[in-house]
């Protein structure tokens, strides 16, 4: 599957470039909890297609009724009731959320509140130039002018947050999160698929042909070259993660090594403790990596969960991907042991553990 923004934008393009009526709405302000966070998009057809997100459905039900009754009434066997259409003109804000029978009413947690900046029948020119520049894996702001709906692209040199002010909205789109698996194994294939369905692009590398022969993910790409030379090719950036599975430290070992070099933000091993605490060793005695050079490598990878079966260790290494990713604190070891400890009594005196750490009496 590919991005999300990707897939809204090049939607509404193929509207437009149909010449259908449409619009894009931008969640520009969040106040308290919201559904979604700032700079999501979606997109809305004159029929009332939708595509992308603003909230958990309730708003993109009221933008649709609001905008798309005429469509419909205009329909053979209607009353030809004119009603709401997509109106032509400059960008409109439009709130939600503002009272709480509001909040109620959309669905939005308790306190939410969320303006949207709604632009009508944006330009397929400029969609199509955008789609293009993030099909090449490029990083694009993309400037609203609030006057009258101009858009401008210009290549963006890191990501940045939504800004909006009285004249402008820019919006950075970025080209898809990037996986880069090495190996091809079982692990491999729950990993890439849960990657595949959060719009991550994936790449599995093993040059074990007995493992590429097995491998049974669609949407995956597979090569079989060495895999430091692979992510030496794939050139991870800051919307790139690596991660080795084999637990060969002849394919692991040096394509860790090499994605350390890079900006991907994460980079990390499968393996025990004690195997991991052996993989540093070997790093810093035969390839004179440092502690401090090594601070970047995580494992063993995943957020502890009680796991030993291959679909729920992809799940806790794809959350912990997922959490790194959107810059969410993850447990220390300190925690990671606790919970073992408390796991364990759980085990040894079923009935005596409650709320994860307390006994009963």
């Known amino acids: ?31 308290g909890s919201s559904p979604r966070p700032v700079g999501s998009i979606m997109a809305l057809c004159e029929d009332g297609a939708v595509v992308g997100s603003v909230s958990g459905g309730c708003i ?35 709130k939600y959320g503002i009272t709480a029978d509001e909040a109620h009413r959309f669905g939005l947690p308790c306190g939410g509140t969320l303006e949207l900046l709604l632009e009508y029948d ?17 990083l694009m702001q993309r400037t609203v002018r609030l006057s009258d709906g101009t858009a401008t692209l210009q290549p963006a040199a890191a990501p940045a947050e939504l800004a909006v002010d009285a004249l402008h909205l820019t919006n950075t789109f970025g080209p898809e999160y990037r996986m880069l698996l090495i190996g091809a194994g079982q692990l491999a294939e729950y990993l890439a698929t849960m990657a595949l369905f ?15 022969g097995s491998w049974s993910v669609p949407g995956a790409r597979v090569v079989g070259d060495m895999p430091d030379d692979v992510v030496a090719a794939f050139q991870p950036d800051r919307r790139s993660c ?70 729920e260790i992809a799940v806790s290494v794809m ?16 925690e990671v042991a606790q919970a073992k400890n408390v796991r364990e009594l759980a085990r040894n005196d079923p009935g005596g553990v409650v709320c994860g750490t307390g006994t009963a009496d």
């Open 1 to 31: 599957m590919e991005n999300l923004d990707v897939t809204v934008l090049r939607t509404l393009h193929g509207w437009r470039a149909a010449g259908r009526r449409a619009l894009l709405a931008t969640v520009v302000r969040t106040w």
């Open 198 to 212: 959060n719009g991550f692009a994936v790449t599995v590398c093993d040059p074990r042909e007995e493992y590429r």
């Open 319 to 334: 959350a912990e991907i997922l959490a790194v990713k959107n810059g969410v604190a993850l447990p220390h070891d300190v």
């Open 122 to 138: 944006p330009d397929p020119a400029g969609l199509a130039e955008l789609i293009r520049a993030l099909e090449t894996g490029r």
């Open 60 to 94: 993109e039900d009221d933008l649709i009724d609001r905008h798309t009754r005429a469509y419909a009434q205009a329909a053979p066997g209607s009353n030809g009731d004119t009603g709401h259409s997509i109106p032509s003109g400059p960008p409109a804000f439009v």
């Open 242 to 311: 690596v991660v080795a599975l084999t637990h060969d430290p002849k394919l692991d070992d040096l394509a860790l090594l090499e994605a350390l070099n890079t900006e991907a933000f994460y980079v990390g091993g499968i393996g025990s403790r004690r195997n991991n605490e052996a993989r540093r060793a070997r790093m810093m005695e035969h390839f004179g990596q440092t502690a401090e050079g090594l601070a970047r490598l995580r494992g063993p990878i995943g957020i502890y969960i009680g796991s030993k079966t291959p679909p």
